[in-house]
């Protein structure tokens, strides 16, 4: 067992996630109710599949009736950490690829432990910056080469045919043409690898002009080759982000303001000021730690 790299109620921040119920009926794991709750951000699912998140049979319409928390961090946190992420969670993120900004990938490997122990997945591949796709040849290549890399490291790591596997985008507001294409070819590309496309993006408008405001998951959904992509939806802007509490009703993805998100993050730590100024009392006065 190796050890946390620090106490860990440093490290259980304020990192939630929700998502849709149908991404989670292949398992049947035990679905254990939270009452509390990337990068360091947790982010937290409507659903949960324990051994993988498969895609839902009709994306355009999630199914809501269910909500369950999962956190999501770069560094995975630790063997030891794991029975008291237990008594909040029931899934977590899993990076196929070193997180950006990272230099390695400490997730590799412990896909068997964490479902041995009952959590269940949102598997993570990181996406491009749009400065490396500075034409549409680069866009073509990465976005082939990125989904046949990740595809590869999800076979080695044991996740099964079907698997949502989500390209991790950090950009807001309108995507350009080249990035479009490059998430086309990634989505080909890993739909005939056998898996299925999923992008972890902003659902934060950025105005464009007086009238005019776009937000990247809008921008993905409005391609016609992205029609069938899942959609996990950042917004942490208080509202419609509840911040750092885990209310019994937890609201459905579709309250990020993202109407067909599958998993929406809505609390992040440490907490951005300019978004969560609403919600303060939310979050602890160091912006870290939830607040009891």
Avoid at 2 to 16: G, I, T
Avoid at 58 to 77: A, C, E, K, W
Avoid at 178 to 184: D, E, Q
Avoid at 209 to 228: C, H, K, L, M
Wanted: proline share 9%; charged share 20%; aromatic share 10%.
């Amino acid at each position: 067992m190796e050890s946390v790299s620090k106490p860990f109620p440093s490290v259980l921040a304020c990192l939630a996630l929700l998502g849709s119920a149908n991404l989670l009926l292949q398992a049947g794991a035990p679905q254990r109710s939270s009452t509390r709750g990337a990068n360091s951000s947790w982010r937290s699912l409507h659903a949960l599949q324990p051994h993988s998140i498969r895609p839902p049979s009709t994306p355009s319409v999630p199914d809501q009736s269910h909500s369950y928390l999962g956190f999501d961090r770069n560094i995975y946190p630790g063997d030891l950490a794991l029975p008291i992420l237990q008594k909040t969670f029931v899934f977590t993120s899993y990076w196929l690829s070193s997180p950006l900004g990272e230099k390695t990938n400490t997730w590799l490997g412990k896909r068997e432990f964490l479902r041995s122990r009952g959590f269940g997945f949102l598997v993570l591949y990181r996406g491009r910056e749009s400065g490396e796709l500075k034409n549409e040849v680069a866009a073509r290549r990465n976005g082939i080469q990125d989904a046949r890399n990740a595809a590869a490291a999800a076979k080695r790591e044991g996740f099964a045919s079907g698997v949502i596997i989500f390209l991790d985008i950090e950009e807001g507001g309108r995507l350009p043409a080249n990035y479009h294409t490059y998430l086309r070819l990634w989505s080909e590309e890993l739909a005939r690898a056998g898996y299925h496309p999923g992008v972890y993006c902003s659902g934060i408008p950025v105005k464009e002009g007086p009238d005019v405001a776009i937000t990247t998951a809008d921008d993905i959904r409005d391609q016609a080759a992205s029609r069938d992509i899942t959609i996990w939806a950042y917004n942490v802007f208080c509202p419609p982000s509840p911040g750092c509490t885990f209310p019994q009703d937890r609201p459905p993805p579709s309250s990020s303001g993202i109407g067909y998100a599958a998993v929406w993050q809505f609390a992040q730590s440490p907490r951005p000021k300019e978004l969560t100024a609403h919600c303060p009392a939310n979050y602890a006065p160091d912006g870290l730690l939830r607040t009891a």
